[in-house]
């Protein structure tokens, strides 16, 4: 599957930004799909994820600020980031999968396989 991110921009903290990721590809059913993010010098985490039209899952920095949605019909995810802080500067990127992840997995980036290319998101102070 194909991954198109895009949304990523420049904020300032306390402001909102929403990211899209686009898949295409033999989407029809199943996919697993999440959003991580990789700040400079830092390893690539997680931020969240959700089987298909399963519960979703996010990493505690972002409870309560990010919300992620898909849109099913058209093969769309979404992260909507409200009251975003400095800490949430990173590249952005969307993940798949077509294998069964269990819930506690879904933040393990070693069970996706197909990756976006990445949206830059800046927070100011």
């Known amino acids: 599957v194909q991954l198109q991110a895009s949304g990523g921009g420049s904020e300032q903290a306390g402001g909102s930004l929403r990211l899209s990721c686009a898949a295409s590809?033999?989407?029809?059913?199943?996919?697993?799909m999440g959003w991580f993010r990789q700040a400079p010098g830092k390893e690539r985490e997680f931020v969240t994820a959700?089987?298909?039209?399963?519960?979703?899952s996010y990493a505690d920095s972002v409870k309560g600020r990010f919300t992620m949605s898909r849109d099913y019909a058209k093969n769309t995810m979404y992260l909507q980031m409200n009251g975003l802080k400095p800490e949430d500067t990173a590249v952005y990127y969307c993940a798949a999968t077509r294998c069964g992840i269990i819930f506690s997995q879904l933040s393990s980036r070693d069970e996706y396989d197909s990756w976006g290319q990445g949206t830059l998101v800046t927070v100011s102070s």
């Open positions: 959700s089987r298909w039209r399963g519960s979703i």
């Open positions: 590809g033999g989407t029809d059913s199943g996919y697993t």
